[in-house]
């Protein structure tokens, strides 16, 4: 038979669209096309496909040789056609029996001599054969199953509903399909990222700022935007790094999603499962390293940080415009990406920690007297960032300078731990409550979910006339104080929860 069928995956943002790649052997002088808008990795394959199918000791038929990506209209990249456009190759010549394709998806790029490199958007492409398998019950294997390289097995493999067979070469593939024994056949692969526990730095080891640690509390335990103030060395990028060790543990889900973003652009570590995501994106980073884009649509920081931690040091001195695209993604935790040619869409539940300091020099409010910043230019320095963008910030956490004395003291407090068992216990109110964290609360739940004492609502009211307050404003300081009462295990919100949320929102207007 001159014509053989299988299928593949392409990637288009988060989805994986499945694509049929078609080969036709004809006669007439050797040529070798590719049609169905391939992209320069593609057309490249044909070489690559050439002298792997040479060095596997087959041979390579001399015919005119056709290709068909279908959809058309679908962009193609990457080199994962190599795979099914070989087996393609092999099957249409009759080297290989080519009855059982219906039953698989492949993916995988070829080197010259045939075995089988990485490549990425190994989990996104997983996900979608299990999805489109649970559609289609007509297919006579129990799971999906996928053949492709080796490297990017244990990934894939995190996806239980899918039958993962990593190969190593185009030769073990071909093995498999004119295999007479189950000895000479693909083994199914099996993750053994099961039960293993993230590893985050500890937040005992930062010495006093207790009060910022009580504040990050909140902060995780109601998924809540900060904003940490205060002079250099003071410990704010270690109170950052550390903020992942409190939220709470990661469910299997959460775990697939943040995996499978990262591995959209080959970064996801099997040693990284369930463990959240910190990213720390330099003050000099572009609006499209933080949201992503490119003219094949990529992920940016935004969304590598998804179901994790976005850290901006030195906030300030991210270009204003910069600062500006997080305001949307910040509301609706995902980042639509509009190029000519396509558009692609990519979560962004991200939790944005702030740090700066709180003047040009940035000794202002510090013990030592050092600051000699006047007025005016300690309010343009912090005039740089927007209120919209503090307007979406939800607390603003005051880091003070520490005393010599207590430097030299060993690291107190609790560890992350004990913090965490308290996060854990309030996340758990908020999920049975409302089913989502209290930061992601609309309005017409905070009236439904946020009950408050008079006396609280009193409070909260003065403060909103006293301090010109927006109505987003008004409602965020409503839940953080709905997240300090869960802390507190109090089922209505009372004035102390209050008057403590509102000071999370006044250390930038203390000058």
């Known amino acids: 038979m001159s014509l053989a069928v299988l299928k593949s995956r392409a990637l288009s943002g988060m989805s994986a669209p499945q694509v049929t790649v078609e080969v036709h052997l004809a006669n007439g002088l050797p040529a070798f096309t590719i049609v169905g808008l391939p992209e320069t990795e593609v057309k490249e394959s044909k070489d690559r496909v050439r002298a792997a199918i040479q060095n596997s000791r087959f041979d390579f038929p001399a015919q005119r040789i056709t290709v068909n990506l279908a959809p058309a209209e679908l962009p193609k990249e990457s080199g994962r056609f190599d795979l099914p456009i070989a087996l393609g190759i092999l099957a249409a010549s009759g080297q290989i029996p080519n009855d059982a394709f219906d039953d698989y998806e492949f993916a995988g790029e070829l080197s010259l001599s045939g075995e089988l490199r990485p490549i990425r958007g190994a ?3 997983t996900f979608a054969i299990a999805q489109s398998h649970q559609i289609d019950p007509s297919a006579r294997l129990p799971h999906a199953a996928f053949i492709l390289p080796i490297a990017n097995a244990e990934e894939a493999a995190l996806v239980k509903q899918a039958r993962i067979l990593p190969a190593q070469s185009l030769l073990q593939v071909c093995a498999h399909f004119a295999a007479r024994s189950d000895e000479q056949s693909l083994v199914a692969y099996a993750s053994a990222a099961v039960g293993r526990l993230p590893c985050y730095p500890d937040l005992h080891e930062v010495k006093g700022q207790q009060k910022a640690k009580r504040a990050l509390e909140i902060a995780a335990a109601g998924q809540h935007s900060a904003l940490m103030i205060g002079p250099p060395g003071t410990g704010k990028s270690m109170l950052a790094s550390r903020f992942p060790s409190i939220l709470p543990s990661m469910t299997d889900v959460e775990g697939l999603e943040s995996a499978a973003v990262q591995s959209l652009t ?81 979560p962004a539940r991200f939790q944005l920690i702030a740090a700066m300091n709180p003047c040009p020099c940035g000794y202002f409010g510090h013990f030592n007297g050092k600051c000699r910043c006047t007025p005016d230019s300690i309010d343009r320095y912090q005039g740089r960032l927007s209120g919209p963008l503090l307007d979406r910030i939800d607390m603003q956490i005051p880091v003070n300078a520490l005393p010599h004395e207590d430097l030299l003291k060993l690291a107190d407090g609790e560890s992350s731990d004990q913090i965490r068992a308290r996060v854990e216990h309030a996340f758990q109110r908020q999920i049975e409550r409302q089913g989502k964290s209290n930061s992601l609360l609309s309005t017409n739940e905070i009236d439904q979910y946020c009950q408050s004492e008079q006396a609280a609502i009193d409070l909260l009211q003065n403060a909103m006339s006293k301090f010109n307050w927006s109505a987003r404003a008004f409602h965020r300081v409503l839940k953080l104080a709905r997240t300090i009462a869960d802390l507190s295990n109090h089922a209505v919100i009372k004035q102390q929860h209050v008057a403590e949320a509102i000071q999370y929102r006044r250390a930038l207007k203390e000058h």
């Open 123 to 125: 989990l996104a492409m």
């Open 266 to 346: 080959g970064g996801f570590s099997i040693e990284r499962w369930k463990q959240r995501p910190f990213r720390s994106p330099h003050h000099t980073a572009s609006a499209v390293a933080l949201v992503g884009g490119g003219g094949n649509p990529r992920p940016g920081e935004i969304s590598l940080a998804h179901r994790g931690v976005l850290f901006l040091d030195e906030l300030p001195e991210f270009d204003r415009k910069v600062l500006e695209v997080l305001r949307e993604p910040l509301e609706s935790g995902h980042i639509c990406i509009s190029r000519a040619a396509r558009q692609a869409e990519f």
